[in-house]
């Protein structure tokens, strides 16, 4: 493996082949012990981009990942979860004194065919910020969702017939269903940190909105918000409404309103150079906004202080 462009692991025979370990009993879906994997050879950053769904349990796996950037809420197992076209990048280190531990499910698409599966799994929002956020388990739930995966092992192992795949479809649910409750669960016990990104948001938003960059860039988006705060935009909507009941975009429009009270309370600009100053170009929808969060117009706002 080499670093340098991401390396697309079509199949999940490929990434096995990669690994260097045995072939899979079904070329659609596949449970790994991650102790099979073999030690690397180089320490070299590694991109991969996955054309199926990952979830993996890790242990005593010596690498720096980017995702999970946020304190830890448990020191034992880390799960996390990828959906395809999703870019991994590793830093592997070759003189880890321990053999990684944990497990690994694939499941390419293809086997959600003609499941009810195949659209639900798009729901999970984990799987669009799991890059960015890992899922720390405490003992009890890493041993609950263990004992699924070996289930899903031991199906698909023996002698397939018309009942295994409605079997592996079933215990993935539950799977997806555990790890969705242990998500909300988290945005519930990481209180201190996801309060410190509240507050790193409200410094951001002030701080462009007091600065050129509103005039020369226009409104945040919400994806330059995420990115300033190293989380990725689906986590931080999901974080905000758990925390506050508004989305991003929600946050940023309160915000821009916040900034347009002041303007038109403590300066003599007209409502059109106030609307062009916060990136508008049209009156028309800063003050179809304006109204929608403040509940009447600029100017009748405006004519309250007379």
Not at 47 to 53: E, R
Not at 125 to 152: N, P
Not at 163 to 172: D, G, H, M, T, Y
Request: glycine share 4%; proline share 4%; net charge negative.
């Amino acid at each position: 493996m080499t670093s340098g462009q991401p390396i697309r692991m079509k199949t999940i025979t490929d990434y096995h082949r990669m690994l260097g370990i045995p072939n899979t009993e079904h070329p659609l879906i596949s449970v790994i012990n991650l102790e099979s994997f073999q030690r690397p050879t180089t320490d070299a950053p590694v991109s991969l981009i996955f054309d199926f769904y990952l979830i993996a349990l890790k242990k005593n796996f010596h690498l720096r990942m980017k995702y999970g950037q946020q304190a830890h809420d448990f020191d034992e197992g880390v799960l996390f979860c990828m959906a395809p076209g999703q870019v991994l990048t590793v830093e592997l280190n070759s003189n880890a004194p321990h053999r990684p531990s944990g497990w690994m499910i694939l499941v390419h698409p293809d086997f959600l065919w003609n499941t009810s599966l195949a659209k639900t799994i798009k729901h999970y929002e984990y799987f669009g910020y799991s890059v960015y956020e890992a899922l720390y388990l405490s003992d009890r739930e890493e041993a609950m969702i263990t004992g699924i995966a070996q289930s899903m092992e031991q199906e698909y192992h023996t002698n397939i017939d018309k009942f295994s795949k409605p079997v592996i479809i079933a215990q993935l649910e539950l799977v997806l269903t555990y790890t969705d409750r242990f998500y909300q669960r988290q945005f519930i016990t990481r209180q201190i940190s996801n309060h410190k990104i509240l507050d790193r948001l409200e410094t951001i938003l002030t701080d462009y909105f007091n600065s050129d960059e509103l005039l020369q860039k226009g409104l945040p988006t919400v994806h330059y918000v995420a990115e300033t705060l190293n989380v990725s935009p689906s986590y931080l909507s999901g974080l905000l409404k758990n925390l506050t009941g508004q989305t991003t975009q929600q946050h940023i429009h309160t915000k821009l309103i916040d900034k347009a009270k002041e303007l038109l309370s403590t300066t003599d600009l007209s409502v059109s150079e106030i609307a062009y100053a916060l990136g508008f170009e049209h009156i028309q929808s800063f003050s179809k906004l304006f109204k929608a969060k403040a509940s009447c117009s600029p100017l009748e706002f405006r004519q309250s202080f007379n």
